[in-house]
């Protein structure tokens, strides 16, 4: 479905009002939808696509993945914690999984963002010069 440009303006300002304190306020977005389900305003599928929209990258954006061969150590997770507040700012939520098919070290996700240091892809880049 193609968005007119004023649709997408309008979700854009909605989200923008969304936040408080530079985070999403799940609260704020709850309330906006619904004001806009009930008012429908012209165009309002669109918005509320493009809301949608906004709002998963928002969220992708703001969740971490991090995932060892083996279960990390508590100060480990703290450090990774803290190291990745300091990349990425307050909010973050953050997962810790193990997969035993990486052999060794971490590969972590963060929205868009891949930092891959796992002996799994180390070995397959070093098969790949051969």
Known sequence: MKISKQSQREARQLFRNCHVNGLLDENRVRQTVSLL?????RGYVGILSRMHRLVKLDLELHAARVESATPLAEDVRQDVKSRLAGLYGAGLSIE????PSLIGGLRIRVGSDLYDGSVKTRLEKLEQSF
């Not at 389900?37 to 305003?41: G, I, L, R, S």
């Open 37 to 41: 389900v009930t008012k429908k305003p």
């Open 96 to 99: 810790f999984s193990e997969n």
